[in-house]
């Protein structure tokens, strides 16, 4: 019998990026559905969302599971999941991280990134009129897609919005996280070079006992090469 996937996207992207892989789940005799995060479509009003929007959205998805769903998280969806789950857990039946955060507790997403880096973002959403960080080309081109062609940067950069810094600075709760009883999986694509290497291995080891699965690809491997990350995702509930 077939799994249902919920699939959370991570900073400055939409569900849009699961689309593929959604695609080749189906193809694979599953569900997958892959809900838009408040402040991510293009036209959203971003100057209001903050970080219980987005936990919230999640717990309406999986409230409204029919059977626990296997419930996955990209990039900075990690500590999302972290703290929807707890409020949750009987709508779970496996988490899975993809290249996902996955955060102390009392920390936030701006605690483990570069001061440059994240003073710099700070400082752009500042200036923007709806406090969000836009797009930055460079990094997306260099670092999330270091190791992809070209055409598939423009084609990712086309779609991505500007990202509600809250996402970003606001430190989690992570004490509910650790006394969840749910099954964990870390699905990692080993081209990454988004951060330093060992850096999502490190954090994954506060998961505890949890499925490893090592897949190829970028942080972007989701858009560019989604057959293999649904592999990814299908041999970490196996």
Known sequence: MGKHFVLIHGAWHGGWC????????????HTAEAPTMPGHNPDDDRSTVEFGDYVQAIV?????????AVLVGHSSAGFLLMSAAPKVPDKIAQLIFLNAFILPDKTCQFDLVPPEASEGMTAAAMASPDRSVPVIEDFVRGALMATEPVEMQNALLERLVPQ???????????????????????????????????????????????????????????????????????????
């Not at 689309?19 to 005799?29: M, Q, R």
């Not at 972007?220 to 293999?228: G, I, K, S, W």
């Open 164 to 238: 509600p810094l809250a996402l970003f600075t606001t430190k989690i709760d992570a004490a509910p996280f650790q006394s969840v009883a749910i099954p964990k999986a870390v699905v990692f694509s080993r081209e990454d070079a988004s951060l330093p290497p060992g850096a999502f291995m490190g954090m994954a080891q506060s998961l505890g006992e949890h499925r490893f699965v090592e897949i190829d690809g970028s942080h972007e491997a989701l858009f560019t090469n989604p057959a293999v990350v649904a592999k990814g995702l299908l041999d970490a509930i196996a």
């Open 18 to 29: 699961w689309d593929g892989v959604i695609a080749e789940l189906e193809k694979a005799g």
């Open 60 to 68: 309406d998805v999986m409230q409204r599971q029919p059977e626990p």
